[in-house]
């Protein structure tokens, strides 16, 4: 009676113990199976050893491989270092842009083989550069860098004449004196600023130079919806009277009743010139007007016979009272 519980606890423990040892064996067989099928999928591209600055040289010591996963490779990646850096250092790349450390290596940063890095990579489709000559009050005090978007405002004339009207909008800085790296973020004073304009804005902005003082405005990273703006002078600034707005002095009147007295406001109606309506005029047609009667005077009429009238003056009665003792 005494050795079937103890047959049962043994065939209950070798039961565990093969089912703990098949368990381990299923989990180290799934774990190399996917360490293998993890280092297949991942292919060797060429990422950045180093801070690559805009028009440096690509050489071979400023790169290293590194593991990427094959679904994830970037578009224009490199995998070969021939098809990166040459055997001849006169063909040699250079970069676009700014590479950081660990950045991959795209064909699109780069330039070809043997092709000089210029301002003109920077320029879009039909586009040109034309520089802009500024100072630290017209350039926002120096906090415009390349990459930025502004407003150009031209300001002319003189004294009370003196105008300014916004001539281009929206228009993209691509170099600071002679930087053009847009990562640069720290504000220098200028003293040109080039801009990418099409030939129509390149041949404004020669014009408005010549005509007055161009001033940059430092556009906001939201969208802005821009619209036609109109010309400002001095004398629409100067007004005669403040901007304050006027109000109609209404008439009062006291009103006292017994002991009391108070102040009644009479209240004015504005009236609307437009509303008035002008008078009408009725002319009545008037009777027909007679010719009047001509009197035939006898042709020979002696002078004596004409005498002046003469006027007899009029005699009016005095009264005279005397008083004793004056």
Do not use: C
Not at 34 to 40: L, P, Q
Request: proline residues 6%; glycine residues 6%.
């Amino acid at each position: 009676m005494r050795t079937k519980p103890i047959l049962t606890t043994l065939f209950g423990l070798a039961i565990a113990a093969g089912s703990v040892f098949l368990a381990k064996d299923h989990l180290l067989t799934q774990s190399n199976s996917a360490g293998g099928s993890s280092n297949s999928e991942l292919i060797e591209i060429y990422v950045a050893r180093s801070e690559i600055s805009f028009g440096q040289a690509i050489e071979s010591h400023l790169v290293t491989l590194h593991k990427w996963p094959r679904e994830a490779l970037p578009a224009g990646s490199f995998t070969d270092l021939g098809n990166l850096v040459p055997d001849t250092r006169d063909q040699l790349r250079r970069a676009k842009g700014r590479f950081f450390p660990g950045e991959v290596m795209l064909a699109s940063k780069v330039s070809a083989f043997g092709e000089k890095v210029t301002l003109v990579q920077k320029l879009g489709e039909n586009t040109r550069a034309m520089a802009i000559k500024v100072d630290a009050v017209t350039a926002v005090g120096g906090f415009v860098t390349p990459g930025d978007f502004v407003d150009i405002v031209l300001t002319q004339g003189a004294q009370l004449d003196l105008s300014a009207v916004t001539i281009l909008q929206n228009i993209r800085v691509i170099g600071v004196d002679q930087q053009s790296e847009e990562l640069n973020d720290q504000p220098e004073v200028a003293r040109t600023i080039t801009v990418e304009v099409t030939p129509e804005q390149g041949q404004r902005l020669a014009l408005a130079q010549k005509a007055g003082t161009l001033s940059l405005t430092l556009r906001t990273l939201e969208g802005v919806e821009d619209k036609p703006m109109e010309m400002v002078r001095l004398r629409d600034l100067l007004q005669e009277e403040g901007p304050t707005e006027k109000v109609e002095v209404q008439p009062t009147v006291r009103v006292r009743r017994g002991t009391e007295s108070e102040i009644v406001t009479i209240k004015r109606n504005p009236v609307d010139p437009k509303t008035l309506k002008e008078p009408e005029i009725v002319l009545e047609p008037s009777a027909p007007i007679e010719p009047e009667e001509q009197i035939e005077l006898p042709v020979n009429i002696d002078a004596e016979t004409i005498s002046p009238a003469r006027t007899n003056p009029r005699v009016r009665p005095i009264n005279v009272t005397q008083v004793i003792g004056q």
